[in-house]
């Protein structure tokens, strides 16, 4: 892969389909993909927006992709949000108790979901592909954002974008359901 080419977004715009490699352009059609201020797009949020900067200068150091996880594993260790995946991966219950114990935890584990979007989508994105691990850390990343969408909802059921929040990440999960995985 490392002698395939790369899309880069232009320093002055945003995500285009001409800086996007085709696959990427198939598989993420609907305009919010190239949004850079839309939130719940992977790459409007402030996390996701940084996301995708760092994994274009990322690419434009690296032989190939190889080390993609490593990418993610640094980028998140950068923001040191600390979210213990370890034990909130799995057990719904744990994870509500952490979340509960501080109004950040929200935002944290939020950003790290985010990060994660963006990074499988910004590699889609750059290189047309994404590595097999990092696809499946998205799609959970993904259903994670639904839970807490509906964890939203619960809490705050006149929320006005909880419909729309929730139809994006549906759309980005049946993208990623799309890619191709080489």
């Known amino acids: ?26 598989l993420a059609s609907e305009y919010f993909y190239y949004s850079v201020i839309d939130d719940f797009s992977p790459f409007g949020s402030d996390d996701g927006h940084d996301t995708l900067r760092a994994l274009e200068a990322w690419y434009r150091g690296v032989e ?3 080390s993609i996880t490593e990418f993610l594993t640094d980028h998140l260790a950068g923001w040191g949000l600390d979210v213990p995946w370890e034990k909130t991966r799995d057990d719904l219950e744990m994870r509500r108790q952490w979340l509960d114990k ?3 935890h929200e935002v944290y584990f939020q950003s790290d979901c985010r990060a994660i979007v963006a990074t499988a989508f910004g590699q889609l994105k750059i290189v047309g ?10 799609k959970t990343a993904i259903l994670d954002q639904l839970w807490m969408n509906k964890r939203a909802c619960d809490k705050y059921p006149n929320w006005p974008y909880a419909e729309q929040q929730k139809e994006r990440f549906e759309h980005m ?7 191709v995985v080489e």
Request: glycine letters at 6%.
């Open 102 to 104: 501080d109004d950040m």
């Open 64 to 66: 190939d992709d190889q």
């Open 173 to 179: 999960l049946s993208a990623l359901n799309k890619a």
């Open 129 to 138: 592909q994404i590595n097999i691990e990092l696809l499946g850390r998205a």
């Open 1 to 26: 892969m490392g002698n395939e080419r790369r899309y880069y977004d232009a320093a002055e715009q945003g995500p285009t389909c001409e800086t996007s490699h085709p696959r990427f352009v198939s």
